[in-house]
């Protein structure tokens, strides 16, 4: 009898587990004297009652989120109720975090706090009530829903999940607000004319740069909800108009929640490249109805390259002599301690979904190529991205980005495979 595996939810609460206390111990630097365990927590006590930041309590407890999630996901799987599960994935969150405070006493740039204790612990809570809902109620649901849809409406069920997909990364680092004085600020500072200045009249530097690689983002977005189109039957003008509405209504949609988001900024340019890029992809499908969707493949893959190059290889203007690499950029994640915890965040997280179409479109080629590969091909690509920047003065390169390369194109292709499991073939011809 075959031997199984550990269930990957246990496996991917425990990369959780590891992360939390590689991020939170990093850069490793001890203190010159050792500082007695009794001593360090009498200290952290003493400060208890010193209110953090805003900032500081959201990453808390966005950190242990995660964990509690797969945790109580899990148990909920197994049969476990909502109150022992959640109260499950709360006891191991407050014990890693209690381990983790407790390595930072003898770390130098550490601060152990009772506030960050008590915060991953409400953010391992929060995690496992979402975990168990998801894993009890929404996967049981969710998953013969995909497959109804996989099977019948392939290339629709696909378009919806990358749009829904790219939608909440765009929120990232996920932090909303409801004070009124966070949304008048957001008001101010919102775009509503394309190109042009913000309510309270600032007009930023024009960036062309970014420009071009939103619009070749949406080309390649835009192109699958295109084929989606093409799919349900329409064709020629309509196919187009239909994919600029989808695509451009998500994304006015998008910037409009974005206003609940201290940080991000409401701009109606986005909305124009968004047309612009889909209207492109749109044209191509259009003009060439017949073609298959595997077909597309290859410029899809041309897409995202030119998106991926100038995202991080611009401004080209600032090229040069070569530079040394920093050695401590090539410790994982050393550059993130020293940003802001949700900046960091919504950074990592924009890195590993600009690597997502990679795994998935190389694992589309062919059904030999399994995850594994597409992760060994974004760190390539994403090695390849931070040797350029070596050239590039104004830009700083870091290993940690090859890694989440790495993490992104290795999704991608798993999203693939999953996607197939339920029932749809992207290597269909009549597709």
């Not at 587990?17 to 500082?35: H, K, M, N």
């Not at 894993?135 to 069920?157: I, N």
């Not at 900024?265 to 499908?285: E, K, M, R, Y």
Request: hydrophobic share 50%.
């Amino acid at each position: 009898m075959r031997r199984r595996g550990p269930h990957p939810l246990t496996v991917l609460a425990a990369l959780c587990g590891l992360f939390i206390v590689y991020g939170t111990t990093i850069p490793f630097e001890p203190v010159a004297e050792p500082i007695p365990l009794a001593e360090g927590w009498r200290r952290a006590v003493d400060a208890a009652p010193r209110r953090s930041s805003r900032t500081d309590r959201a990453a808390n407890v966005l950190l242990f989120m995660p964990l509690g999630a797969m945790i109580a996901a899990r148990l909920g799987r197994a049969g476990a109720g909502p109150i022992g599960s959640v109260l499950a994935a709360s006891a191991v969150g407050a014990a890693l975090s209690a381990g983790v405070e407790t390595l930072q006493i003898n770390l130098q740039m550490r601060v152990t706090s009772v506030s960050d204790l008590m915060n991953n612990t409400i953010g391992s809570a929060i995690g496992g009530g979402l975990g168990w809902l998801a894993g009890r109620w929404a996967w049981p649901w969710f998953w013969p829903a995909l497959k109804r849809g996989a099977a019948t409406h392939p290339l629709a069920s696909l378009a919806i999940v990358a749009t829904v997909g790219w939608g909440v990364i765009e929120l990232a680092p996920f932090v909303p607000s409801a004070d009124v004085g966070d949304l008048k600020s957001a008001v101010k500072s919102a775009r509503p004319i394309p190109f042009g200045p913000s309510v309270d009249g600032r007009r930023p530097a024009p960036d062309p740069w970014a420009w071009a690689v939103e619009a070749l983002s949406w080309s390649l977005l835009g192109g699958l909800v295109a084929l989606a189109v093409r799919e349900r039957g329409g064709r020629g003008v309509e196919l187009v108009a239909e994919t600029i509405v989808l695509t451009a209504g998500f994304r006015a949609a998008v910037e409009l929640v974005q206003l609940g988001f201290p940080g991000h900024v409401t701009d109606a340019t986005s909305v124009v490249l968004t047309s612009a890029g889909a209207t492109a992809s749109a044209l191509a499908v259009a003009i060439r109805p017949r073609l298959p969707a595997r077909s597309w493949i290859g410029p899809g893959l041309a897409v995202w390259a030119a998106a991926v190059l100038i995202d991080g290889a611009s401004p080209f203007d600032a090229f040069g002599r070569p530079r040394s690499l920093d050695p401590r950029m090539a410790f994982p994640f050393y550059s993130y301690f020293w940003s802001p915890p949700t900046s960091a965040l919504a950074t990592a997280a924009e890195k590993v979904a600009s690597m997502v179409p990679l795994g998935f479109l190389l694992a589309a080629r062919s059904r030999r190529w399994t995850p594994a590969a597409s992760a060994l091909s974004g760190w390539a690509a994403g090695a390849s991205i931070e040797a350029i920047q070596l050239f590039n003065a104004s830009r700083t390169p870091d290993m940690t980005d090859a890694f989440l390369a790495a993490l992104g194109a290795w999704l991608g292709g798993r999203a693939l495979r999953s996607w197939e499991s339920a029932g749809a073939s992207p290597s269909s011809p009549t597709t």
